[in-house]
């Protein structure tokens, strides 16, 4: 099954994102990294690795093209109107009790936390609910590998996004070992079904996978190392899949030939450019939703209340300081 757009509503100032990328692109991700050398294999590693072209440059047909990164007050002012498209969403899932499921998967330092937080960042905590599991229980290991993930699917009139999922089995539970391969061989086969049963419930599914190259993911890794603000992003199992990169692009390349599907397909964003990953992503995802937007009516605020003898407190307040 392709990656062929569902039917959906475009954003109303008429812009039509692209649909993904073509399984082309994905080999000419790691065909560039093999050719330019430099990298760190992984225990099944193909020839040495090294720059995959950044995001910007690839487009549908697996050319390169070059593309400068989008400066801070571009990306702001493309942010902005669509904001307020998630805001009509928003209102919109919440009055026809619709119910939205978004998972984000890709390599360790693709973007995801980011591309997130754009989404959320307008709209209320209590219509999108991010779900970012740790690691699983004794008790839920002992469980359907699936079942923990249930829970958290979105009722009528939310929006539920996962940061990473149940494709954990597919991806760095697989490449690292944390599972065997007739465990990830049997995710891969029964999830289809599973999700078919999602969307058959009602459910609007949308999974999305963030492409990074090589040197984005070691620039990005190494400045989790040296920038105190980020150093609690960096993680053991960071550096230990760090050297796993072609062992990671044969686990996405299977996990998107099996759970590629009509009902339940996969959707690429090439993220080496974080600003453009986002407003891409974002365009996407609105693009997917048959939202439309309520009307409104007048608002005007009403008369505020005289002060009729109130006085300010006599006990002494506990100020905090203002050094800005």
């Known amino acids: 099954m392709g990656c062929a757009a569902r039917s959906g509503r475009h954003r109303r100032d008429g812009h039509v994102p692209r649909t993904c990328p073509s399984r082309d692109v994905l080999r000419a991700v790691d065909d560039v990294s093999k050719k330019a050398g430099g990298g760190k294999p992984g225990k099944r590693a193909g020839p040495p690795g090294g720059r995959t072209p950044d995001a910007g440059e690839l487009t549908e047909t697996g050319t390169v093209e070059s593309a400068a990164p989008m400066k801070n007050k571009d990306y702001r002012r493309e942010l902005k109107p669509l904001h307020a498209e998630l805001v009509a969403m928003q209102e919109w899932v919440k009055a026809s009790g619709a119910k939205v499921c978004i998972v984000f998967e890709g390599r360790d330092t693709a973007g995801k936390g980011g591309v997130i937080k754009a989404i959320t960042e307008r709209v209320s905590p209590r219509v999108f609910r991010v779900v970012a599991l740790p690691a699983p229980t004794d008790r839920e290991k002992s469980q359907m590998y699936v079942q923990r993930y249930m829970p958290h699917l979105p009722a009528a009139g939310e ?26 061989r049997q995710f891969l086969q029964i999830i289809p ?71 339940a397909p996969w959707y690429v964003a090439l993220n080496d450019d974080k600003r453009r990953g986002r407003l891409n992503v974002i365009s996407h995802l609105l693009s997917q939703v048959p939202y439309e937007p309520l009307e409104h009516h007048d608002v005007s605020l009403p008369e505020q209340q005289s002060a009729e003898g109130y006085r300010p407190p006599t006990q002494p307040l506990h100020w905090i300081p203002t050094p800005f």
């Open 159 to 184: 929006v539920v996004i996962f940061d990473r999922s149940w494709y954990n089995r597919a991806g760095i539970e697989r490449v690292l070992g944390l599972c065997t391969e007739d465990q990830a």
């Open 193 to 263: 079904t599973v999700e078919r049963a999602i969307v058959e419930s009602g459910v609007i599914l949308l999974k999305y996978w963030l492409e990074v190259g090589q040197d984005q993911q070691t620039l990005r890794l190494q400045s989790r190392i040296d920038d105190p603000r980020k150093i609690w992003k960096l993680s053991r199992m960071d550096l230990e899949s760090y050297s796993h990169w072609f062992d990671y692009s044969r686990a996405r390349d299977e996990m998107f030939r099996f759970t590629d599907t009509g009902w």
